[in-house]
C-alpha cells in the first residue's frame, strides 16, 4: 500500500511561487490553471502543482 504526501499552499499568486519552485530545479506537474470548484455557488480558484525534495506533491492554491 503506497504512501502518499501531499500539501497545500494557500497562496496569494501561484504564477509566482511556481516560478520561484521552477528556478529552484523543483519540477512542475501541473501549470498554473484557472479552475471552477463544482459548488453552489461556484468557487474560482487558480491553482498548479509541483513536487518537493521528498517526492512529496506540493499543490499551491489562490481563491480568485
Known amino acids: 500500500n ?3 504526501q501531499t500539501a497545500q499552499v494557500d497562496a496569494d ?3 509566482e511561487l511556481v516560478e520561484k519552485v521552477r528556478a529552484e530545479g523543483y519540477p ?3 501549470e498554473p490553471a484557472d479552475v471552477v470548484i ?3 455557488p ?3 480558484v487558480r491553482i498548479a502543482f509541483c513536487y ?3 517526492g512529496e506533491e506540493v499543490e499551491f492554491f489562490c481563491e480568485k
Do not use: F, L, R
Open 42 to 44: 461556484p468557487y474560482p
Open 52 to 54: 518537493g525534495a521528498a
Open 28 to 30: 512542475i506537474k501541473i
Open 13 to 15: 499568486n501561484v504564477d
Open 2 to 4: 503506497p504512501h502518499i
Open 38 to 40: 463544482g459548488s453552489t
